[in-house]
């Protein structure tokens, strides 16, 4: 006869004292001592009637019953759901860390730490996972954003990423309901779109070439291909494909992590053509020092170069990225369709790109008032 692994979830209601914990608990067996070992999930004392509280533990022992029946077991991540909020969040980030770049990793991380503090000044440092709920979801971005003073797009961020670790709680059946699932984004202020003036494009094109090769292609690369820092520094030899006039972006560098192709428009086709790039096929096309070789660098060595060659030449550093509005706004000018704007940006939806586009110009340019026919 085979030995049983579970049994099923019920009640304790402490003899209906509502001063007391109330629970459900059940039994599971453990994998390596073959013992029968109880498992309990609070009750939240939000729920200051018997009825409230007997109500909320039906709800909890039918999940609890339907996940033993199909097979789940409380030691998939060491009984994560009994413990701390806290704890619960710094131990899904641990699992989740191989997945994540270093970058976003410690992005995670910070929020943690945050995340711990505003436990510890509200007194819930032994808040159980189960018991986080909508209203500390909420006062916790409140907290974020009056003791940071973070404006509206930093707590979305902050929301997003809280969402995403609550998210893989809950598909790891540690939680039922996704505390951050229905906070509201809040209204952002749109950002400004930089631009650089033909003057700058002009030294751009000439002494930027003369001075700083390298990054004289990395502008190119921006302006016409739209491609961001952190993936050109990704870049490898094997990745330019000058037979086909195409861009190769494999999973390890873009945002989304997906392989991704962008065109080789012919003014950049021939710069790249006219580039070294007689090196083995993994070396990193802008590695350690902005040149061809086998070590990776950071992108921030970019914004670094840009900063001090705009700097040389007395131009307004709007940032290397800039080159991208730059670039966009004037192929629409020259009347380059929409279509092929967003396959080229690498935008999801047509709408996405109209509205990227829409913010380069509130009114309309001057062909309408020269081109527009007699009547």
């Not at 994998?31 to 109880?38: A, C, F, H, Q, S």
């Not at 999930?41 to 939000?46: F, N, Q």
């Not at 699992?95 to 991380?109: A, D, N, S």
């Not at 006062?139 to 670790?165: A, C, G, P």
Request: aromatic share 12%.
């Amino acid at each position: 006869m085979t030995k049983e692994t579970y049994k099923l979830a019920k009640l304790y209601d402490a003899n209906n004292d509502l001063s007391l914990r109330w629970y459900v608990f059940f039994f599971f067996l453990h994998p390596e001592t073959g013992r029968m070992e109880r498992f309990r999930k609070m009750i939240s004392s939000k729920y200051h009637t018997a009825a409230g509280r007997r109500d909320k533990a039906r709800e909890m022992i039918k999940i609890i019953n339907i996940k033993l029946k199909e097979g789940w077991s409380p030691y998939q991540l060491e009984q994560l759901s009994l413990v701390t909020a806290k704890n619960a969040l710094e131990q899904i980030l641990e699992v989740k860390r191989p997945q994540l770049r270093i970058r976003t990793y410690y992005t995670y991380k910070n929020i943690v730490k945050q995340f711990g503090i505003f436990l510890v000044k509200n007194k819930l440092e032994k808040l159980s996972l189960e018991e986080f709920s909508f209203q500390h979801a909420i006062s916790f971005l409140d907290w974020s954003q009056v003791t940071y003073s973070l404006e509206n797009r930093t707590i979305n961020y902050r929301r997003m990423h809280m969402k995403t670790m609550f998210n893989e709680l809950k598909y790891r059946q540690y939680i039922d309901v996704n505390p951050f699932d229905n906070t509201k984004k809040l209204p952002e202020t749109e950002t400004s779109i930089n631009f650089y003036a033909p003057e700058s494009l002009s030294l751009i094109r000439t002494k930027l070439r003369e001075s700083n090769p390298d990054l004289f292609i990395i502008a190119f690369l921006v302006f016409y291909t739209f491609i961001r820092p952190a993936e050109i520094v990704r870049l490898k030899v094997r990745d330019i494909d000058l037979i086909n006039h195409k861009i190769i972006l494999p999973g390890r560098s873009t945002k989304n992590k997906k392989s991704e192709m962008v065109e080789m428009p012919n003014p950049l086709y021939k710069e790249l053509i006219l580039m070294n790039l007689e090196f083995p096929p993994d070396y990193y096309v802008f590695g350690k020092h902005l040149k061809r070789c086998k070590f990776a660098t950071a992108p921030t060595r970019i914004a670094g170069a840009w900063a001090m060659w705009t700097k040389e030449v007395g131009i307004e550093n709007n940032g290397i990225y800039a080159l991208k509005h730059t670039g966009a706004g004037m192929a629409v000018e020259a009347g380059i369709n929409v279509r092929d704007l967003q396959l080229q940006l690498r935008h999801h939806s047509l709408e996405m790109t109209q509205e990227y586009l829409d913010r380069f110009s509130r009114s309309p340019s001057d062909r309408l008032r020269n081109a527009f026919p007699e009547i």
